[in-house]
Every structure is written in structure tokens, then in C-alpha cells.
């Protein structure tokens, strides 16, 4: 708020009081006439009077004539107490702020109420301790290993469930070898008591 136009109202008002203060000083002031040795009668008091009072209105009148109407100003004793308010002196250097046309453009920017609601949101102090992970920085280079597109296709191998009915096959056939393994041994037996007895009856 500029306070310039309130003391430069005030110092126009002090300028006119003061001038008008000063032309009713310098009005002309009647001369009063000589006393007389005889008393003066009833009507000549009552005429010089009426005189003496029709020369100060007619001085007044002459003196007010040259000067503005002052009538709707008001005097020094009606005037507001500014003791409350800075002077030029006192008031703050504003060079350093900005101006209502230097001030950006905010009208892109959101205002409170068109704000969204981040009460869904975690605060700071609400985060977890991230302090046990690592960093970008910290990370292993992974750029020697396959990527899922790089790896082969595996789809021609067995999977684990595959594998164990394998074993499962494998330890079946490794009984039947067994089998058979005896079955050979006692075919030999056979084979060799027969050439025995065809031995002794030859």
C-alpha cells in the first residue's frame, strides 16, 4: 500500500489552512472613532453600531471573495492521527521485489483444490529401510550372462518329473539283466551237465 497520496493530501491541506489563516490576519482591521466630549445619544450609538458591524462582514466578505471555499476540508484538529504510519525514509527497499508484470505465468500450474488426493500414499516416514538392498551401483555386471532370448531352446530335454520315471525304467531293466544274467548261468549249468552225460555214454 502506497501512503503517498494521504501526505500529499495532508500537506495540501496544511498549504490552504495556512493560507487562509494568513489573509484573515492581514485583513484591515476599522478604525474605531474618536471619543466624543458629549455623550452620544441612543441613536447615534445604535447607528455607529450597526456601521462597525456592516464594516467587519463587508471586510470579511472582501477577504473570504478571493480565496477557495475551504468549507469541506478538514482542520488540523480533525485530522486523522498518521504517527501510526511510515514515512518515505522509513518504508522498505522494494527494488529487489518483482512487479505484477514481471511475475511469471502461473496459470498452467494446479491450484490446492485441484490437487489430487496422495492420502493412498506412503510418507517418507512411513517407507521401509532399503538400506539392506544394493544400489545400481553396487549391482554385479550381468552383461556376461544370456539373456531369456539367448537362451536355448530346451523343450527337446527331460524334466524333472520325466527324469525320475527314467531312473524308475532304468532300475527295471537293470533287474531284468539280472534276470536274465541268472538265467544264463543256469542255461550254462544245464548246457554242461548235458555234455557230461553225453560224455560217459559215448
Known amino acids: 500500500m502506497s501512503y503517498a497520496p494521504i501526505y500529499s493530501k495532508l500537506h495540501e491541506l496544511e498549504e490552504r489552512i495556512t493560507t487562509v489563516e494568513a489573509a484573515t490576519k492581514a485583513a484591515p482591521v476599522p478604525t474605531p472613532a474618536p471619543v466624543s466630549s458629549v455623550a452620544p445619544s441612543a441613536s447615534s450609538a445604535s447607528s455607529a453600531s450597526s456601521a462597525s458591524s456592516a464594516s467587519s462582514a463587508s471586510s470579511a466578505s472582501d477577504v473570504a471573495s478571493g480565496f477557495p471555499d475551504v468549507s469541506s476540508f478538514a482542520t488540523k484538529a480533525e ?18 521485489f518483482a512487479t505484477k508484470a514481471e511475475l511469471p505465468d502461473v496459470s498452467v500450474f494446479a491450484t490446492k483444490d485441484e490437487l489430487p488426493d496422495v492420502s493412498v500414499f506412503a510418507t517418507k516416514a512411513e ?39 527314467v531312473s524308475e525304467l532304468s532300475a527295471k531293466f ?29
Open 79 to 96: 485530522l486523522p492521527d498518521v504517527s501510526v504510519f511510515a514515512t518515505k525514509d522509513e518504508l522498505p527497499d522494494v527494488s529487489s
Open 127 to 165: 517407507l521401509p529401510d532399503v538400506s539392506v538392498f544394493a544400489t545400481k551401483d553396487e549391482l554385479p555386471d550381468v552383461s556376461v550372462f544370456a539373456t531369456k532370448d539367448e537362451l536355448p531352446d530346451v523343450s527337446v530335454f527331460a524334466t524333472k518329473d520325466e527324469l525320475v520315471a
Open 174 to 202: 537293470d533287474n531284468l539283466l539280472a534276470v536274465v544274467s541268472q538265467l544264463n548261468l543256469k542255461l550254462n549249468e544245464a548246457n554242461e551237465k548235458i555234455a557230461e552225460l553225453e560224455a560217459e555214454r559215448s
